[in-house]
């Protein structure tokens, strides 16, 4: 039966760990960049982030070994890759309190807007017409000054 493959035996996957690099290669690009500053931005990005690539690289231009270089990426990543999960820990309760601010909000603020709209809907279109001729000539006298 198939199953699922754990997340140990999905890291061994050597075409996993290339594609997860691949995709994360932009996030990593600065730290790659910090713990080996003989490598150049250019060469980085020539790599267009493949990691073997990216390995070769590195190796050649700091006298390290390839499998050296290759588990302090996969290091890297790893790192990564937990910073990321904390800081998704730590933004879930603030996005429950924003939601609730804004439940609150809508309940407060949304019956004190509408009821003065349903009241006079004319002067409300008018008004809303007025500021967007103001807001419209602004923006059209600004292109003809330049």
């Known amino acids: 039966m198939d199953?699922?493959?754990?997340?140990?035996?999905?890291?061994?996957?050597?075409?996993?760990?290339?594609?997860?690099?691949?995709?994360?290669?932009?996030?990593?690009?600065?730290?790659i960049?910090?713990?080996?500053?003989?490598?150049?931005?250019?060469?980085?990005?020539?790599?267009?982030?493949?990691?073997?690539?990216?390995v070769h690289l590195?190796?050649?231009?700091?006298?390290?070994?390839?499998?050296?270089?290759?588990h302090q990426l996969?290091?890297?990543?790893?790192?990564?890759?937990?910073?990321?999960r904390?800081?998704?820990?730590?933004?879930?309760p603030l996005e429950e309190q924003l939601e609730q601010l804004l439940d609150d909000l809508n309940r407060t603020l949304r019956p004190k807007i509408e009821k003065p709209l349903?009241?006079?809907p004319l002067l409300s279109v008018a008004v809303a017409a007025g500021i967007g001729v103001l807001v419209g000539a602004l923006l059209s006298g600004g292109r003809r000054s330049s």
């Open 118 to 120: 349903r009241e006079r």
């Open 86 to 92: 904390h800081l998704a820990d730590s933004l879930e």
């Open 3 to 31: 199953s699922a493959p754990s997340p140990a035996e999905s890291t061994a996957e050597p075409q996993d760990l290339a594609h997860r690099f691949r995709d994360r290669f932009e996030t990593l690009l600065p730290e």
């Open 58 to 70: 590195i190796a050649t231009h700091s006298d390290r070994a390839s499998m050296t270089v290759r």
């Open 33 to 54: 960049q910090r713990r080996w500053p003989e490598v150049t931005h250019q060469a980085l990005e020539a790599t267009r982030g493949s990691f073997d690539d990216v």
């Open 74 to 84: 996969e290091e890297l990543m790893h790192q990564a890759g937990d910073r990321s």
